[in-house]
């Protein structure tokens, strides 16, 4: 069975302050693994997907399977970084996507 | 830039009655997908279809169906509504077998009295 960890329900930082959202998973394949965001009245989007190796507004995510994470990272958090943030692995033969708990972060001044 | 419109922001409803929540997309994709999300517990799948009058199970579909007789547009059904259906309800929808990214609704609050 799949199954998708965010261990925090809230975080809280200063701005500028470096900021961390723990991801972890558990799935016997191959998983791929992305990062979706909801900033407050918007609907939810997302924010960026481990096959793309890319940032999104100062965002990374790296997939470690020998830990099963993919925790997101950003170095200086703003107080537009405020959102609820959930972490979601595809897996299976027709790809449905699990999703984490959800972490919420507020990023206060 | 993708649409997914859900009919209805809010909604009060009583224990017992068949309820009804319609989702429609714009952008000529394949795959629908129906959430729930609650504090605590994220989103959680209820029923998905990849094609038009195909419809597959999530992973808490009880007290849920679902219909698409057209492609755009994807229904969830409360046969029979319960206190603990109250939640806000997300639908979401995909392109390809690979549905990489999925693009939500505003989703609708569902609260049931």
């Known amino acids: 069975a799949q199954r998708v960890t965010q261990p925090e329900k809230l975080l809280s930082v200063f701005k500028g302050a470096p900021v961390e959202l723990k991801c972890n998973y558990s799935y016997s394949g191959s998983p791929e693994l992305f990062w979706y965001v909801q900033y407050s009245r918007q609907r939810l989007q997302l924010l960026l997907r481990?096959?793309s190796r890319e940032s999104i507004k100062g965002f990374t995510a790296d997939l470690n399977k020998g830990e099963t994470s993919f925790h997101l990272k950003k170095p200086f958090a703003q107080e537009e970084d405020s959102a609820m943030y959930y972490c979601?692995?595809?897996?299976?033969?027709?790809?449905?996507?699990?999703f984490g708990a959800g972490t919420q972060v507020v990023v206060t001044p | 830039d993708v649409k997914v419109t859900q009919s209805s922001r809010y909604l009060v409803k009583r224990t017992g009655e068949k309820v009804f929540l319609e989702c429609v997309q714009d952008m000529d994709h394949e795959n629908m997908f129906w959430y729930r999300q609650d504090p605590g517990l994220g989103l959680r799948l209820i029923y998905f279809?990849?094609?038009?009058?195909?419809?597959e199970k999530g992973d808490i579909p009880e007290g849920y169906s679902v219909s698409r007789e057209k492609k755009e547009r994807f229904s969830l059904i409360l046969e029979s509504a319960s206190t603990n259906q109250t939640s806000m309800y997300l639908c979401a929808s995909s392109r390809g077998i690979r549905n990489e990214k999925l693009f939500f609704g505003s989703g609708t609050q569902l609260s049931v009295l």
């Open positions: 279809s990849y094609d038009v009058k195909m419809k």
């Open positions: 481990h096959i």
């Open positions: 979601a692995l595809r897996g299976g033969s027709w790809g449905k996507l699990q």
